[in-house]
């Protein structure tokens, strides 16, 4: 028997956000996203007419996941400094799951780039998110210019991606701790 139709669309949205991090948005189908939920088709289709309706609703669901992760890293940290360091030792906190499937922003990017897949841009809005807090981030913690602080929200958001492609290709924790270290360093020598 399926589960009350209150929470069934978020349920799908939730176990395919899972799989489409696990093993891709190419390599996951409708009928493994319906079986994981334990939902018949007929009720599967009732919520979602299509795998890129799914899409769609994964990459609001991020959206929504990363700005709340993003407001309470502006109250959790006293100083820009702090917030920064949040989004740093984030790689630290999911180290398993990064070295296990890579980043979750940057694999699906990267696959819907590959597949040319017109849900890219929605997609794209994840790096938004992040490239502009870093960056006000950055404003704040030196009064740099806008164009100054976005060129460090790039770098670091660049080298958080190296740093996940590699501990992922490689399966290595040590690497990420050693990283996250290593941009800790870097944090602190950009001075105030």
Request: aromatic fraction near 8%.
């Amino acid at each position: 028997m399926d589960k009350p139709t209150t929470g069934t669309r978020e349920r799908i949205v939730d176990t395919a956000d899972r799989l489409f991090y696990e093993r891709g948005y190419g390599h996951t189908s409708f009928a493994d996203i319906a079986a994981a939920v334990e939902l018949s088709r007929g009720n599967f289709y009732y919520h979602f007419k299509s795998k890129d309706e799914i899409l769609a609703a994964v990459i609001d669901l991020r959206r929504a996941r990363t700005q709340a992760m993003l407001d309470g890293w502006s109250t959790a940290g006293a100083t820009p400094r702090e917030r920064i360091g949040c989004f740093i030792d984030m790689m630290a906190m999911n180290a398993a799951a990064i070295r296990r499937n890579g980043c979750p922003v940057g694999t699906l990017c990267t696959e819907l780039a590959k597949l040319e897949h017109p849900a890219l841009p929605q997609a794209n809005t994840l790096f938004s998110l992040f490239r502009e807090w870093l960056g006000a981030q950055f404003v704040q913690l030196g009064g740099r210019a806008a164009a100054d602080a976005d060129s460090l929200a790039m770098h670091l958001l660049a080298r958080s991606q190296g740093i996940a492609t590699l501990a992922n290709a490689f399966d290595d924790a040590g690497f990420i701790r050693h990283e996250v270290s290593q941009l800790h360093g870097w944090l602190d020598a950009i001075g105030t």
